[in-house]
């Protein structure tokens, strides 16, 4: 069985050495531009390395698209999965509606192993140290407090032969904070860098300056062909910007590339088999020709996205017409007459979390879900990561929905162990059509050791984003579509059949106040001891070492002064 | 600090040549005579076998006077009795185990500057393990698609003399291709030969922008030789390196000790100008091979430069490197290896000197006994001449040792400095003085006054 197993891999090695093309890897990017409800618009980059090799059986070591850091990473951790998002901001699901590419605030990091990795923990480790160096990231500071293990709601995204959750690490840090230092390693990752292609327009000032900003990288194993008896490894690097128009543009809505990112596309990076910018141009209210793009799209793309039906204007950086007429694409979009906002269609499933209670004992977390679709029920797994010093109280845990109390019909609860391992708790609710469910759990706070509280604990502690993974009804019937074939933006979460498409969502991060110490109380005890040790110390010191004088009899006693006054007063010489 | 001294002692057997090895010696050629020896030797590192073959024997070449073989052992013309024998056999043991230079070289992070010249520190510090990293640099990937077939090449040129090397350390190779990646520096156009130079004392700027590209290993963390080929833009190219005096360099290469090697290759250009870009360019490996392994043998230090005219030294051939190269590298890094010892050892303890407080672990201890006792182990063996086993016992001393000083107890940082518990106890100490400085300022105005007052009464 292995001697036959070797030969096959012999064979395909022989023919991926007559076929270079294969072995040197796929390059696509793309970039999306959105119009969002509210006026703002959202900028997503993907670029998608594919590369026709095994990094798991540890022969290869020859990189040539694949960045080298990552695929050593991969095959030295015996990595199956791992997706790393690092965000600053919010998701306002409300306004903007689904997340192209969801992320929690802070960094988000979950892996899976191969089972022949002898100790997940300690790969887990590694791995996260690793990728702490490579992308200036604190992820060191992921540890067996702030991992769990789902069970249900983190399924691989690529091809798999079994999902034993545990081989699943799941970490949230809520507190990273990212800039530039974390986009330039991510920049250095891509094969082109951002001398040239699409990643010319990542330019750190304009990309930080925004509302929201979630840079993510994705590596999974994927089917090489349609029989799937072979692998390829996949890594997408995306990156999301939401570009707040209405305060740097002066209240209009009509934006351009260069006005968001002020530099313009000049040409697709020479090693890309696939360079195309969309921009969504969907009819909204029915009412077309509303919004004009120009230049002249190369082409129109219409595609079923989230439920939706969308237009999309396509520019083929690979085609040579585009940069016949200007050497420069400058994409802009101007809205034909002004648009009334007020219309917002709200997104199916959305969802708000928030902490209440007072004093510093108590509390509770709520979490409100909505599914707004008109007659549709569908369940969502809700995942709730809470760190140990929050003490659930898991019997008040209660979910209801329009009044009426709601049973989960799966619950997997995983106590916290003090200073060990956070709460967990995944539950499959049942949204009944639209309607609003409310789950709420109380807790208590524990009081830490004076050493465990970070260098501002006024501040207050994060408690990272609870996670809804949903397959939403769609309201138009989809088709399967061909990974290799479909733009990348709708690629990346595979949907398993026509009817409803994957969602997932990530709540607000909770900022909840722990009793906090007056940390300047011992200093000021020392100093007030000190004080009292060194003026009694003064005094006795005093006492020992002065030398006292008798003071010289003669200049009388107490009468002869009060008489000595007195004469003073009356003006006659003193005695 | 400790003064080290390195003894060398060589036994020297003379005996009789056995009747098959007078056959051997028999061949025609020293190349013949050498293979067919090599059957009969006893092949541990460390020794070597020298064949004194009578003065007008005609297996040695006209001019030459030893041949040094490419397993343990060496040819030597009789010559003016056996004084100037006895003088030569020495210079031959020195070039084919160790001389007081290349011990020197070995310890020259732990000698002064002054006493070594440039050259000896370009060897790589011993380490238990290496990673080479060949990167293909294409500054232009509109214009030249390169393609390099560097499995076959690794697998040709590189893995011999890396299986020859295992003995030494664990290897690891890897390659990768970046774009992009341009050098520091800006070549000069030279209009006489149409041609871009990069002149040899511009060379140290050229590999810093590069390196911040070439990444740095996630799998471990041995040090890393970086081997480069660079092919130069199209507005760029032909480029050239001049050397000092204005020469072009012959391999177009360069190396930096103790990093790696560098090497322009040239894309020629297309017949006709409007051929269509990207020019598609296949590396000649093997021209680019041979110069990566020609660095990868002075990094390790294993120059055939010094070498007096009439010695013969035979190619290593496809192994690329020799049994007694095997065994002067052996030497080196065990003495290496040895001195680094004693050195992390000493720090540990002057770090204990330092922080009285701090905590030895039992795993702490025995590592550092095991070190002791691996080291001490390394220096019997190598006394004796048991190259292999010594080497393999200062390899363990070395881990242990390493082990012992980077265990995560040790971190100085988590002891309290004494310097700082005074700075605590400033509110005490600060107002108690305060007596003490009013008393004593007062005691010296009074012995002033009276030293003043008998003047006075004069």
Redesign the interface.
Known sequence: MLAAGLVLVLALAAGQGQE?GAV?GVLREELLLQPLPVGDVAAVFQFRTRWDADLQRGAV?????F????G??V??HGVRELHLALTQGFWRTQSWGQPPLGAPAGAELWAWFQDSVPDVDKAWKEVSN?LS??FCASLNFIDSTNTVIPTASFKPLGTTNGTDHRLLRYAVLPREVVCTENLTPWK?LL???S??GLAVLLKAERLFHSSYHSQAVHIRPICRDASCLTVSWELRQTLTVVFDSFTSIQGKKDWSLFKMFSRTLT?AC??ASESKVYVDISPKNKEKELLEVTPTPTSVHEAIVQGDKRTYAVYDLLSPLLFNASRSLNVQLKWKRPQDSSELSTPVLHAQRYVSGYGLQTGEISTLIHNTHPYRAFPVLLLETVPWYLRLYVHTLTIITKGKENKPSYIHYEPAQDRQRPHLLEMLIQLPANSATKISIQFERALLKWTEYPPDPNHGFYVSSSVLSALVPSVIAMKDVDVEESPLFASLFPSSDGSSYFVRLYTEPLLVNLPTPDFSMPYNV??LT??V???C??SF??LL?RTFHVEEPGRGGLAKRLANVIRRIRGVPPL | AARAEVTARWEMLYRGTTAREEAALGAATAREADAALHALQDSSPGSLTVYVVPEGSALLPQGTDVYVGKHRSALVRARQGLATLHARLQQLTQVMSFSASSVAAALSDRVPNSQLGPDTRRHLKSSLGYEITFSLLNPDPKSHDVDWDIEGAVNHYVQPILDKLSLVANFSVDSQILYYAVLGVTPRFDKESSSFILSAHSLPHVINPVEARLGSSAASLYPVLNFLLYVPERSHSPLYIQDKDGAPVATNAFHSPRWGGIMIYNVEAPASPQASLPLHVDVDMVRVMEVFLAQLRLLFGLSREELPPEFLVESPGNEGLADWELDCLLWAHTMENIATVSTTLTSLAQLLDQISNIVIKDDVASEVYRAVAAVQDAMAELAEGRLRSAFLASKEAVTSSERAFFDPSLLHLLYFPDDQKFAIYIPLFLPMAVPIFLSLAKMIREARQSKKEPTKMD
């Open positions: 270079q040197r070591s020859h990189y040539r698209l960045p080298k850091a990552l050593q990473l095959a030295a690793i160096g490579i250095k094969p082109c860098g001398k040239a040409d020479p090693l020392i100093c000190c004080t040790v060194a003026v110390y003064g010191y005093n070492t």
